[in-house]
């Protein structure tokens, strides 16, 4: 393993797009959907790199593509540099995954309900050879243990349901780092957990950032949780990246039309809902109007303040 | 009696005549209580939010007001009192006039409340005329104007369930339990599966449709800052008790529960200063073997031996009828 310097990224997408073909599409028009379009992003070690929007604005299209699931119509992905786009071969491939891994929304569908938690987590290490034979169990036991499951020789005889919502996204976050990846990309890995429980992984996520030096892709649409954990936020619209930046700045101070859109969407106890501001679909529309989006008009990403990027009208010169 | 007007006249007039009453109400799946002897007022037009983790016994709440419960699933005591007559114990034709027409039920997935292979329209026209003698054509233009309600083209009537998104499915299942104008509706997670920005528009056009309709609604959900922006009244449940009470605003200001501090400890800030934050430690009881005693204590962090461990706190007023709490140390407020 080589010294990495912390500003260099560990897994890289550039120019990343990807339709679909949708046939006649639900508005009867268009016969592909660009679900992502031209996203640039930059996974760094020991940092987490939130990327939010609404459902459909193609943000778990982007973790798929980034764990070789989908293949990217256009664009590349690199792995420490080295450009690992459309990699078939099944060896490349392996070692891919090994590196870079995924956790899902659903802590239920993940795992197999016939295996073991001790299983599950043995899999991995026996595929990939991360540790001999032999030592397997004690592997499994230690994993175990990194996401709070204990006892840990307990743990692993139980069976999935025998497990809370919240153990099963444990045992999920357990297998995805039994190979020692550098990259997880986790995509909504708290929504489906009650909210008492959802400050106890957000809370691993943020352990295994430090101890770990794991490069996170947190996915999610809920900006609080995406302050909590991340360094970075990329707010995604429409298969593209309207604003990027530090959490705070992004948060904080948006520049973007639809990032303060998110923000108001969000549930605040303190304010009463806020009816006057908050106008719905075609609010946003008028919104976005003023702020001059339109999808046939040329846009790029402007660095408007040190670090923080908007999406404004325009070439880049 | 002069206590009775008294105490009237501390009610601000939105209050109304109570609509729904759980006295003592019990439900047991098998040896285990799901809900163990909740007692729980709605008014008339109120908006009362139910909160919770998963198990707590909150959907069974919704469940057995409409007497839906599934086997093994039964009533193991107490009443359902709906405007001045028990339901329970009604034999089902009777129960089946109150069903949908004055009491109805929107489920936590629209998809699987939907019929996947008929048309949206078909599935209203059916609903129409299973509770009312009327002609197809009028439950068709009934139908449309009740999409166009919930903010959805009348176009989309003739659309299968899966050529919606998530979010237009769930406003479909809200129109159609608006229909025949219910007084009370029961709403068990209704935007639990949808993203924010389709959860504010969901419960901006509810909002909107109870100012205008009136309508009472039991609101569930384990997302409490949801509830405390949206609700008149809070209830806060806790393996399967009421553990406190009190209007949203009196709730937010001063939770008195250590249980109803943590669920609001566990929602990290938009704004401000960003700290570490537990939630709640540990997981919710088994309630094939609860815990003796108050059934939080074992998370409890202001929890001592006597008398927690040993006896369940009953619910009692704090301060006022208005804010109940089943605590034997309630917090202080600061």
Redesign the interface.
């Known amino acids: 393993m080589s010294a990495v310097s912390i500003s260099r990224p560990v897994l890289e997408a550039r120019s990343l797009s990807r339709s679909f073909s949708i046939g006649t599409s639900?508005w009867g028009a268009r016969k592909a959907l660009r679900a992502v379009d031209d996203v640039n992003l930059s996974l760094r070690r020991g940092t987490v790199t939130a990327l939010v929007g609404?459902?459909?604005s193609g943000k778990s299209t982007v973790a798929r593509l980034l764990g070789q699931l989908y293949e990217p119509t256009e664009g590349r992905i690199l792995l420490e540099d080295e450009d690992m786009t459309g990699i078939r071969n099944r060896r490349l491939l392996l070692e891919y995954r090994s590196q870079v891994q995924l956790i899902f929304q659903d802590p239920f569908a993940s795992l197999n309900p016939v295996k073991s938690v001790g299983h599950h987590l043995a899999r991995p290490l026996r595929i990939h050879r991360v540790v001999p034979n032999d030592q397997v169990d004690a592997r499994v036991q230690q994993l175990l243990e990194t996401v709070g499951l204990v006892p840990a020789a307990a743990v692993a005889r139980k069976y999935p349901h025998e497990l809370?919502?919240?153990?099963r996204q444990r045992v999920a976050i357990a297998r995805a780092l039994a190979v020692q990846p550098k990259v997880v990309l986790a995509d909504e890995p708290i929504s489906m957990l009650?909210?008492?429980?959802?400050?106890?992984i957000?809370?691993l996520v943020?352990e295994l950032k430090e101890r770990e030096q794991i490069a996170f892709l947190y996915i999610t649409?809920?900006?609080?949780?995406a302050?909590?954990v991340a360094d970075e936020v990329h707010v995604m619209y429409r298969g593209r990246i309207v604003e990027h930046g530090p959490t705070e700045a992004v948060?904080?101070s948006p520049l973007h039309a639809y990032t303060k859109?998110?923000?108001?969407?969000?549930?605040?106890?303190?304010?009463?809902?806020n009816?006057t501001f908050?106008q719905?679909?075609t609010g946003?529309t008028a919104a976005l109007a003023a702020h001059g989006w339109d999808p046939d008009v040329p846009t790029s990403l402007v660095e408007e303040r040190p670090g923080h990027y908007v999406r404004r009208e325009g070439t880049p010169g | 009696m002069t206590a009775l007007v008294e105490e009237s006249k501390l009610v601000p007039a939105s209050d109304r005549e109570t609509l729904l009453e759980l006295r003592g109400l019990s439900v047991a799946y098998g040896d285990v209580r799901a809900v163990d002897g909740v007692d729980l007022a709605i008014s008339a037009g109120e908006i009362l939010g139910l909160a919770g983790?998963?198990g707590c016994g909150k959907s069974t709440i919704a469940n057995t007001i409409l007497q839906v419960l599934r086997p093994p699933g039964r009533i193991a005591g107490g009443e359902i009192v709906f405007k001045g007559r028990n339901l329970v114990g009604l034999p089902p034709s009777e129960l089946r006039q109150i069903r949908w027409r004055h009491i109805a039920m929107v489920f936590q997935s629209a998809m699987s409340s939907l019929n996947p292979v008929t048309r949206i329209e078909d599935q209203f026209v059916d609903m129409f005329r299973a509770h009312q003698k009327i002609s197809k054509r009028f439950a068709t233009m009934k139908s449309a104007e009740l999409l166009e309600v919930v903010?959805i083209d009348r176009d989309r009537l003739r659309a299968y369930p899966h050529?919606l998104?998530?979010g237009m499915r769930q406003r479909v299942v809200i129109a159609m339990a608006m229909a025949l104008g219910p007084e009370l509706l029961l709403l068990d997670e209704p935007t639990t599966a949808?993203?924010?920005?389709?959860?504010?528009?969901i419960?901006?056009q509810l909002?909107?449709l109870q100012r205008e309709m009136g309508f009472a609604v039991l609101f569930i959900t384990?997302?409490?800052?949801?509830l405390?922006?949206?609700s008149d009244r809070i209830a806060i449940m806790y393996s399967g008790d009421i553990v406190e009470e009190a209007d949203a605003d009196e709730l937010?200001a001063r939770p008195a529960h250590p249980y109803t501090a943590?669920?609001?400890a566990?929602?990290?800030?938009?704004?401000g200063e960003?700290t570490?934050?537990?939630?709640?430690p540990g997981?919710?009881p088994d309630l094939h073997d609860p815990p003796t005693g108050c059934r939080f204590h074992p998370r409890c962090p202001a929890a001592r031996r006597q008398p927690c461990h040993l006896e369940m706190p009953a619910l009692r007023a704090l301060d006022s009828p208005k804010h109940q709490i089943a605590c034997h140390f309630p917090l202080e407020t600061p």
């Open positions: 639900f609404e459902s459909g809370s919502g919240g153990q009650d909210v008492s429980i959802r400050l106890g957000l809370n943020r649409h809920d900006l609080a949780s302050r909590y948060l904080q859109l998110l923000l108001t969407a969000v549930p605040q106890p303190d304010s009463g809902l009816t908050w719905g679909r946003e | 983790e998963s903010g050529e998104s998530g949808l993203d924010v920005i389709v959860q504010r528009e419960l901006q909002e909107e384990h997302d409490l800052s949801l405390v922006e949206f937010f943590g669920l609001m566990s929602f990290p800030p938009l704004t960003l570490t934050m537990t939630g709640i997981n919710p």
